[in-house]
């Protein structure tokens, strides 16, 4: 079982950066996929990125183009998620994903991070 710790989310005004990281740990890592998830109060967990560790091919939510980039560290088994331009609408926890989807984007997700709050004040 591969385990999922995010870190580097807190509040931060509008216009600001984040800069959040996932450790990945537990059995070697073999998955296709890292993605970065996030869920507000109230609504549905919605997709913001993903990277494919072979190729380091991303994949970006449209709502999060040109503001987020993820990125790799292979030889950490960490991905990073950099936000900048931060916006209220960004508040919300954000979870790290590992997939063993072959598809890309992958369609499924295996194993979850704990979460991180982001918060964006106005």
């Known amino acids: 079982q591969v385990q999922l710790v995010e870190s580097g989310g807190g509040l931060v005004q509008a216009g600001g950066s984040l800069r959040l990281s996932c450790a990945a740990s537990?059995?070697?890592?073999?998955?296709?996929?890292m993605g970065w998830f996030r869920q507000a109060p109230g609504k549905e967990r919605e997709f913001v990125a993903a990277i494919r560790w072979g190729g380091g091919f991303t994949y970006y939510a449209d709502s999060v183009k040109g503001r987020f980039t993820i990125s790799r560290d292979n030889a950490k088994n960490t991905v990073h998620l950099q936000m900048n331009s931060l916006k209220p609408e960004d508040t919300a926890v954000y979870y790290c994903a590992a997939s063993w989807d072959s598809k890309w984007p992958p369609l499924t997700y295996n194993s979850w991070g704990q979460g991180t709050q982001v918060t964006v004040s106005s």
């Open positions: 537990g059995r070697t890592f073999s998955g296709y996929a």
